[in-house]
Every structure is written in structure tokens, then in C-alpha cells.
């Protein structure tokens, strides 16, 4: 951690503190649902809710990380999330939480989420160097999967038990404490426009939008890539929408089971982030492809078994997989993109993959209303070794790219010279 810096080390900080409060509420929220309807479909809606914001505002999102300070805006939004967090606890304490209020919260936190998310992955080339970011990614990677997704669900599934409002209180709190270790960290963090880029309304930042669409657009590669990541995440929407419902009826665990299970995905996680940490950039290609294939394999193996050890196994080789492509494609993209793009392109970039959320929490409800709980795993899983397996020549090409994204980003501007990933938590999606 020395070795890369004491603002690295803040930041770090501030994230996994953040993570830690979205693990517990990662768990807490779904069980809250769960106390007031057992309709696979109203259930589900808490996943289009949380994800819905992808596809309104990360357009908006990324032009506004170009234009304004990165770290301000990020501190601002989890300002705005500490109070969204403690209104939703004050609900919980009082016994006034419905469904439509409950959702109305998630698409609150969610529109901060991706305000955030957008944002974040920005900074990190400014506070290390490029060469560094594979490793900086995944000391980043492995503190958010550690709290997001390994301490923060039996804690969240804990803490429900004894009292139900006590986990959004402590997601309040973790906010808040994310903001202060953020105020910290030295620097400056916008973007060079070589223009005031505040000023000029929606037409302006429409313009701005359009401008990272057509730097992506324009590079085949990082669209195929996006494609991939489109279906994994589809597919991951799909199996969290009806998750909870899968182990408390499949599996038959109680809450603090099924927290525990949502917790493996952390175990293999952690590991492919010191996998990562020593590979660096080496073998990209041929082991984003293997981690695609593991993606889709080990949600349809948790869709094939009533066994909650297995299913445990395969959420953390699922974990190891995902986190595997998410580490080399955030570091890739980081690497290639101009300073200046950055924010607009990873915005478009999650627009098209990650607008596939919502739309992969309807598909899971309705497939579990009509098939039963297996069949949005199954369908998932299937659907994602499909897209790796058409995708391949595509994936394996990104290797050529490496020694060029190693010698700098900026210059890499015409036809294949890209690739894309995002970076920050991943706990909820199936890919970056």
C-alpha cells in the first residue's frame, strides 16, 4: 500500500468505508421487501430501482465528471446518500416503510450511485501512475469486494436481525465517513478542457455526451467488449433480482444464511485481486475470455443445485471470475482513454452495459413467475458463455493493445487503440 501513495491510501479508505455501509444495506434492503410481500415480481422491483438509474442519468453523469471536480463531486454525492440513507432508516424505526416508499429510496441511493461510480474511476490515474494501475485497481477492487460483499452482508443480515432500522443507520454513518477521508485527498481533480466546461447548459453537455460516444464508437474492439459486459450484467440482474427468494425457498436458509451465501462471492473475489496484483498486465486477453466463460458456468451452476455449500462454491468462483475481468478491463480503460474523455466515455460505456440492469431484473422476475427460481440463472448463465464465446477473436486481440496502453493513453486514438472496463464496486453486477 506505501508504494503507492498516502492519497491512494485515502482513497482506499474512504471506499472501503463506503462499501462496508452498501454491503449491510446490499442484504438489509432485499430482506425488508421480503417482510412485506413475497411476490417474486414486487421483490424484483428493488433491483429495476436500483439499477433504473443507469439508463437516466450516466450520460448526464459522465459529462458532469468532465466538467467539474472529480472529488468534489464525488464527496458531494455521498453527502447527498448519508441523508437519503438516514431517511430511509427514520422509516424503517418508525414502521411507515411501504414498497412504492422503499423504492422510491433505492432510486434515490441508485441516482447517487452512478453519479459516483462514474466518477471515481477518473481520478485514479491522477493520484497513480499508469503503470501502477493495475495494482492500484486491485488493492481498490479488494477492499470494496472484502467489505461489499464479505463483511458487510453478515453484518447486515446480523444487524437486521436484532433491529431492522440499524443497518441503514450504519450505511448513513459509512457515507458520511467516506466524505471525511475524501476531503483529504490532495490535488486537483478536473478535467483539462482547455475551456470553462460549466458553462453552456444541456446543449453543451449534450455535445460533450455525443463526443465520448463517438470516440468509443469509432474503436470495434471496446465495442465488443461493452457487448460482452452488456450480457454479463444482464445476466447477473437476472439471478439478483430473485436471489434472496432463491435461498430462502430453494435453499432454505434464514437471514443470516443467506447473507452468508451473498458473502461468497467475496471469497473468490479477493483472491483473483492478488492474482491480478501480480500479473499486472500480462495474458489480458486470453484470461478475460477464461473469466467471461467462468461468469456464465458458475451462474448456471448455482441455478442446477438446492445445495448451499455448492451454491456457495460457485458464488465465489463466480466472484473470482467477474472481479478477474474487472480489474484488467477498468486498468485497460484507464490506461488508453485521454484525461478529458474519461468520464464521458466510461458514462457511455455503462450506459449500454449497465442499462441492461433493470431490464435483467424484470427478465429475472418475470422467468421466475413463470419458470420457477431456477430458470433466470440457467437463462443467464447460458446467455452469457454464448456472448464470451461469439466475442473471442475480439477478446483474445486485446494482449496487442497492452504495450501501447503501457506506453501511454492519450495517443491511442484511431481504429482498435481502446478498450473499456470500469472500475469501482462491481458487487451487483455481473461485470464492469
Not at 78 to 93: I, Y
Not at 392 to 416: D, F, K, M, Q, R
Request: glycine share 12%; net charge positive; with cysteine.
Amino acid at each position: 500500500m506505501s508504494e503507492l501513495g498516502t492519497d491512494f491510501r485515502r482513497l482506499w479508505i474512504s471506499s472501503g468505508v463506503s462499501n462496508l455501509g452498501d454491503g449491510v444495506r446490499l442484504i438489509a434492503v432485499p430482506l425488508l421487501a421480503a417482510t412485506i410481500t413475497r411476490d417474486p415480481m414486487a421483490v424484483a422491483g428493488i433491483t429495476i430501482a436500483a439499477e433504473l438509474p443507469w439508463l437516466l442519468v450516466s450520460l448526464f453523469a459522465g459529462a458532469a465528471a468532465d466538467r467539474y471536480d472529480r472529488r468534489w463531486l464525488m464527496i458531494g454525492v455521498q453527502l447527498a446518500r448519508c441523508a437519503v440513507a438516514a431517511l430511509l432508516a427514520l422509516t424503517v424505526f418508525t414502521g411507515t416503510t411501504r414498497m412504492l416508499l422503499l423504492y422510491g429510496f433505492v432510486l434515490a441511493l441508485g441516482i447517487c450511485e452512478v453519479l459516483y461510480d462514474v466518477a471515481a474511476p477518473t481520478i485514479l490515474p491522477r493520484v497513480v501512475g499508469k503503470d501502477q494501475l493495475p495494482r492500484a485497481n486491485a488493492r481498490l477492487s479488494a477492499v470494496e469486494l472484502t467489505t461489499n460483499e464479505f463483511l458487510g452482508p453478515p453484518l447486515g443480515g446480523l444487524l437486521f436481525r436484532l433491529a431492522p432500522a440499524v443497518p441503514f443507520v450504519l450505511d448513513a454513518v459509512s457515507f458520511a465517513a467516506s466524505a471525511a477521508a475524501l476531503r483529504r485527498v490532495r490535488g486537483t481533480f478536473r478535467a483539462d478542457q482547455g475551456e470553462d466546461q460549466s458553462r453552456g447548459g444541456v446543449r453543451r453537455m449534450l455535445r460533450d455526451i455525443g463526443e465520448g460516444a463517438r470516440w468509443l464508437r469509432h474503436r470495434p474492439l471496446l465495442v465488443g467488449m461493452t457487448a460482452v459486459v452488456t450480457v454479463m450484467n444482464l445476466a447477473r440482474a437476472m439471478t439478483l433480482a430473485v436471489f434472496v427468494l432463491y435461498a430462502l425457498e430453494l435453499l432454505r436458509l434464514g437471514a443470516i444464511g443467506f447473507a452468508v451465501l451473498s458473502s461468497a462471492v467475496a471469497v473468490g473475489a479477493v483472491a483473483a485481486t492478488f492474482v491480478a496484483d501480480r500479473r499486472g498486465w500480462r495474458h489480458a486477453g486470453p484470461v478475460m475470455l477464461a473469466s467471461a466463460l467462468g461468469h456464465g458456468v458458475t451462474t448456471a451452476a448455482t441455478g442446477l443445485t438446492t445445495n448451499a455449500w455448492v451454491a456457495g462454491a460457485a458464488g465465489a468462483g463466480f466472484g473470482f471470475a467477474t472481479m478477474t475481468w474487472n480489474v484488467l478491463s477498468s486498468s485497460v480503460r484507464q490506461a488508453v482513454v485521454p484525461d478529458r474523455l474519461l468520464g464521458r466515455v466510461g458514462s457511455v460505456h455503462r450506459f449500454v452495459s449497465w442499462g441492461s440492469l433493470p431490464i435483467g431484473g424484470v427478465l429475472g422476475g418475470l422467468l421466475a413467475e413463470w419458470l420457477g427460481l431456477r430458470a433466470p440463472f440457467l437463462a443467464g448463465g447460458a446467455a452469457v458463455i454464448v456472448a464470451a464465446l461469439a466475442a473471442s477473436p475480439l477478446l483474445l486481440g486485446v494482449a496487442a493493445l497492452l504495450p501501447e496502453a503501457e506506453a501511454g493513453g492519450e495517443s491511442n486514438s484511431g481504429g482498435e487503440s481502446g478498450s473499456d472496463g470500469e472500475s469501482g464496486s462491481d458487487g451487483e453486477s455481473g461485470g464492469g
